[in-house]
């Protein structure tokens, strides 16, 4: 079984930045592919970015793409999400996803566990 804890979330300005993390726990996620997805009230949970697990392959949505870098630390069990030049549209609840398949999905049915989340908000 696998934990995975979501942290960094908060209140942040427009332009502003935040990181996120995720520390896992319950076996070594090497060789799993992780994702972070999230969740805004009223709509779907939607794709953010994932990375596989040699780390050189990552894949960001378009919403997000240029403004945020997806990046694992292996060593830590931990992954990461730096968002910069966040807009209110990033509001939303993120979360934390790990695939044992090892390749990427944009989809949340290729991931096999999930996080609890942790809340973004981004308004002046």
């Known amino acids: 079984q696998v934990q995975l804890v979501e942290s960094g979330g908060g209140l942040v300005q427009p332009g502003g930045s935040l990181r996120l993390s995720c520390a896992a726990s319950?076996?070594?996620?090497?060789?799993?592919?992780m994702g972070w997805f999230r969740q805004a009230p009223g709509k779907e949970r939607e794709f953010v970015a994932t990375?596989?697990?040699?780390?050189?392959?990552?894949y960001y949505a378009d919403s997000v793409k240029g403004r945020s870098t997806i990046s694992r630390d292996n060593a830590k069990n931990t992954v990461y999400l730096q968002m910069n030049s966040l807009k209110p549209d990033d509001t939303a609840v993120y979360y934390c996803?790990?695939?044992?398949?090892?390749?990427?999905?944009?989809?949340?049915?290729?991931?096999?566990?999930w996080g609890q989340g942790t809340q973004v908000t981004v308004s002046s």
């Open positions: 996803a790990a695939g044992a398949a090892g390749t990427y999905a944009v989809s949340p049915v290729g991931y096999d566990y």
């Open positions: 319950g076996r070594t996620l090497s060789s799993y592919a």
């Open positions: 990375i596989r697990w040699s780390r050189s392959s990552t």
